[in-house]
């Protein structure tokens, strides 16, 4: 028997940063599925969003096993019927190095974390989006392309390329796949490639969140 009464949001990356900020913005009008590896911090956000009067359902996993996200998808199939919303928002961040310098461990890490991850959720979650004619939101990253970002960046890059090609491939079939670049916010991910950085300077993660989920209309 499927849940259809509530709107549902798949949050990919719910634990911390903007994907934590972006469940808590949708809370109020959808059913969070909240997907980490994380969890503490997937159990921090369901008292957050229970504090606000919402729901939502945990799924701590790996998202870099292929079969972890094919079985995700079949659950939420059989549970929902469908998704209205997925933002993606894991990632890997790798250590900053020089391209001469880049380690084969940290790239692998960053192939299964930034591009595998996103094809195998983009299989698993493309007929659940379908279903309930969503939308899938992504987020791009303005640091591709700069010194020592060599694992980061070229994963990032190519995490980009194939949302962009699944949008292209959906016009005319649905879903809508939407591409955001947010501004510099404080996040975790941040804090590690630019420590000691002032944060005053960055955007309120809560204000970007609600700034990227207005492109939905």
Request: net charge negative; proline share 4%.
């Amino acid at each position: 028997m499927t849940e259809t009464a509530q709107k549902t949001a798949l949050i990919t990356g719910a634990s911390r940063g903007l994907g934590s900020a972006l469940a808590l913005a949708l809370a109020p009008t959808h059913h969070i599925i909240a997907v980490a590896r994380t969890q503490g911090g997937l159990e921090d956000l369901d008292d957050n969003i229970k504090a606000m009067g919402g729901t939502a359902t945990l799924v701590p996993m790996d998202l870099t096993d292929e079969g972890a996200c094919e079985y995700l998808g079949g659950s939420l199939a059989q549970r929902w019927g469908g998704v209205d919303l997925w933002a993606h928002t894991a990632i890997h961040g790798a250590p900053l190095t020089p391209a001469a310098h880049i380690d084969n461990k940290d790239f692998n890490k960053s192939l299964a974390g930034n591009v595998n991850m996103t094809r195998f959720l983009i299989r698993a979650v493309e007929p659940l989006l379908r279903a309930k004619q969503g939308r899938a939101m992504f987020f791009d990253d303005t640091t591709i392309g700069e010194k020592f970002y060599g694992s980061y960046g070229a994963t990032k890059a190519a995490q980009i390329a194939i949302v962009k090609n699944w949008q292209a491939e959906t016009i005319n079939t649905g879903p809508e796949v939407l591409i955001s670049a947010p501004d510099a916010m404080g996040t975790g991910l941040r804090a590690r490639f630019f420590p000691g950085e002032d944060k005053s300077a960055l955007a309120d993660i809560h204000a970007e969140a609600t700034k990227v989920l207005s492109l939905l209309g």
